[in-house]
T-cell receptor, first 116, second 111 residues
């Protein structure tokens, strides 16, 4: 069965400094992995997805993530945080069916705070 | 509209009441999912439709939960005899080859 573990429930950074949100996955086969962002009172928005093409995936708003099979990790990074990045971030793995459009399994989320 | 819409956005129910939550997916999207997000948690899968067929309902927590999509577009999630533990945000999502798109959710509070 697939699962993801987000290692930090809260991360606080200063504006303009790098962001690192950590995620480890467990999967019995090559997984599809995603990062979603959830702003207060707004719907979940897809940041980026990995589907076994390039291991470094670029997403929206300057975010990127690197798939490392040897470490079973898919950490999310951004070189310079902006105040508007403050939100909850979810690492997600696709479920039993595989593929980008099927059942998703969410991590417990990391709340990112950005200090001025 | 351009995105997935859900109604109502907020629902307060007394314990024991029945509720119905509506999802309007993006036009033309074949696949539709319902997720439940409890406070402070990530969303958890409830059920999945492909057109009008409910292909997976393994995430429904009890037989009080029922979902339907009779014409393959709008879907309704019904919860009978609501309990306090049903309080959560219920998210609907529809998908295409471009990915999965979530609605804003319905926040259900059971008193």
């Amino acid at each position: 069965a697939q699962s993801v573990t987000q290692l930090d429930s809260h991360v606080s950074v200063s504006e303009g400094t790098p962001v690192l949100l950590r995620c480890n996955y467990s999967s019995s086969y090559s997984p599809s992995l995603f990062w979603y962002v959830q702003h207060p009172n707004k719907g979940l928005q897809l940041l980026l997805k990995y589907t076994s093409a390039a291991t470094l995936v670029k997403g929206i708003n300057g975010f990127e993530a690197e798939f490392k099979k040897s470490e079973t990790s898919f950490h999310l990074t951004k070189p310079s945080a902006h105040m508007s990045d403050a939100a909850e971030y979810f690492c997600v793995v696709s479920g039993d069916y595989g593929g980008a459009t099927n059942k998703l399994i969410f991590g417990t989320g990391t709340l990112l705070a950005v200090q001025p | 509209g351009a995105g997935v819409s859900q109604s109502p956005r907020y629902k307060v129910a007394k314990r024991g009441q029945d509720v119905a939550l509506r999802c309007d997916p993006i036009s033309g999207h074949v696949s539709l999912f319902w997720y439940q997000q409890a406070l402070g948690q990530g969303p958890e899968f409830l059920t999945y439709f492909q057109n009008e067929a409910q292909l997976d309902k393994s995430g429904l927590p009890s037989d009080r939960f029922f979902a339907e999509r009779p014409e393959g577009s709008v879907s309704t999630l019904k919860i009978q005899r609501t309990q306090q533990e049903d309080s959560a945000v219920y998210l609907c999502a529809s998908s295409s080859s471009r990915g999965l798109f979530f609605g804003p959710g319905t926040r259900l509070t059971v008193l």
